[in-house]
């Protein structure tokens, strides 16, 4: 491997950890739910509430929106590297929550640093990623992603016994790491496809392209695709991510059941993205494999609505719906988010893209704990219908990026008439940006 190709996979690393307490600090909260409703004397309107603004939902959104558009203002490094400690000041709250509005403001402000860290990241991954792995470096992005919740599961495990204060330690690692990402990233360097684009503006006295740029119809077009097609899957993922362990406690599952059982699901994805996404990702058919994850997440979900939420029925679920996951929407959605916006407008396209899939998701959050409630098969079978429509729309509009440059996509979408947002096209970086 040579001195570049190892720095491409090593600031893929450190970019990408972003996905680890992302995922992490959704786990950490799923975990402590039943504890905090127990302590707290929470309602399920308040359970809701929390989901809807934590790190899984609406302050993500947020975040995403304002802190996409920075990064195509200023560069993804300022963003990426700062925002880590806004994170951990959010995650003190959790660590040292002793009343329930603690609980929405550290997830409010976590939320907040997670979202404005994922269009800088993302877009970093893919300008520095070679032009024929750009689908294998998503893929490492996505590998820690799950990995967060293996490991907080895997921990859980053990501290629950200890109540509260034995699950504050998963938000302490999270704070820790939070703090030493901030050092560990001020060694990357920026993306040299963003840096040539602000260069060029300077030069010329452009402005980098605005909002407008990103709401002509071809780029809108292309982010409610992405919407559609990850939000309806995103809705189940939510309800999964952070519900899961609080409802297999709701229905008197064994104990062990509300940790091992979600970290499995987690540790199958990961295998499935190692083994399945990365080494296919940029070589087959991606419409045909996206497809392939979509009729196995209906076929997964309908298990739960037809048989109900029984021990041996959710292992199976689990296992089916963890290996259509590594190479399904959410992987998919962090390749093509990037590939199907120019550079100059990528990040902002992109915090716009996911600030609206998880705004929806914080309003879907304030009626699950209600739903499952009163009558989970109800639920199963709407979750069903939301994976099917993310599924549908997914395999009829899914691109052919496959080997392809950023810039040769760019290129393609300038000769369909489609025009493009770069205030300069560079030349092609060949086999990748070091």
């Not at 501290?159 to 030493?180: C, E, M, Q, S």
């Not at 429509?389 to 997914?394: A, Q």
Request: contains cysteine.
């Amino acid at each position: 491997m040579s001195a570049g190709e190892h720095n491409s996979w090593r600031d893929t690393i450190l970019a990408g950890l972003a996905n680890y307490i992302d995922a992490g600090s959704i786990v950490s909260g799923s975990v402590a739910l039943a504890l905090w409703k127990e302590q707290y004397h929470l309602t399920d309107s308040f359970i809701g509430l929390i989901g809807a603004f934590s790190a899984n939902a609406i302050s993500a959104g947020v975040g995403a929106l304002i802190g996409g558009r920075l990064c195509d203002l200023f560069g993804r490094k300022k963003i990426y590297q700062y925002d880590m400690l806004f994170y951990a000041f959010g995650m003190l709250f959790l660590v040292f929550a002793s009343a329930a509005w603690m609980i929405i403001v550290g997830f409010l402000l976590v939320g907040l640093a997670v979202g404005a860290d994922i269009p800088a990241s993302w877009s970093l991954i893919a300008e520095r990623a070679p032009d024929d792995k750009r689908g294998a470096h998503s893929g490492v992005a996505q590998i820690l992603w799950y990995l967060g919740p293996v490991a907080v599961l895997l921990a859980a495990y053990f501290l629950k016994p200890f109540g509260i204060d034995g699950v504050r330690w998963l938000f302490i690692h999270l704070l820790v790491l939070a703090v030493a990402l901030t050092f560990l990233r001020s060694q990357m360097k920026e993306s040299e496809r963003w840096t040539e684009q602000a260069s060029s503006a300077a030069q010329t006295g452009a402005k980098m392209p605005g909002w407008s740029a990103v709401l002509t119809p071809k780029h809108l077009s292309a982010v409610m695709y992405l919407v559609v097609m990850y939000g309806m899957w995103n809705l189940w993922a939510g309800y999964n991510g952070f519900f899961t362990p609080y409802l297999i406690e709701q229905n008197h599952l064994p104990a062990w059941a509300a940790t091992v059982l979600p970290a499995s699901y987690f540790f199958i994805g990961m295998l499935s993205i190692l083994f399945v996404f990365m080494p296919l990702a940029d070589k087959v058919d991606q419409r045909k494999l996206f497809g392939i994850s979509a009729v196995m997440h209906v076929i997964g979900m309908a298990l739960l609505a037809v048989f109900g939420f029984k021990l041996e029925v959710v292992i199976a679920h689990i296992v089916i719906m963890g290996i259509a996951g590594g190479f399904g929407a959410q992987s998919f959605f962090q390749l093509w988010s990037a590939e199907l916006f120019p550079t100059a407008i990528r990040s902002t396209a992109q915090g716009l893209s996911f600030a609206i899939v998880r705004i929806g998701l914080g309003l879907w959050s304030l009626a699950v704990p209600a739903l499952a409630a009163n009558d989970f098969t109800e639920l199963a079978w709407i979750l069903t219908g939301f994976l099917a429509v993310s599924g549908i729309v997914g395999m009829l509009w899914a691109p052919r990026n496959e080997g392809k440059s950023l810039e040769q996509l760019e290129a393609e979408r300038a000769a369909s008439g489609e025009g493009a947002a770069t205030v300069h096209r560079p030349a092609a970086y060949g086999t990748g940006v070091e």
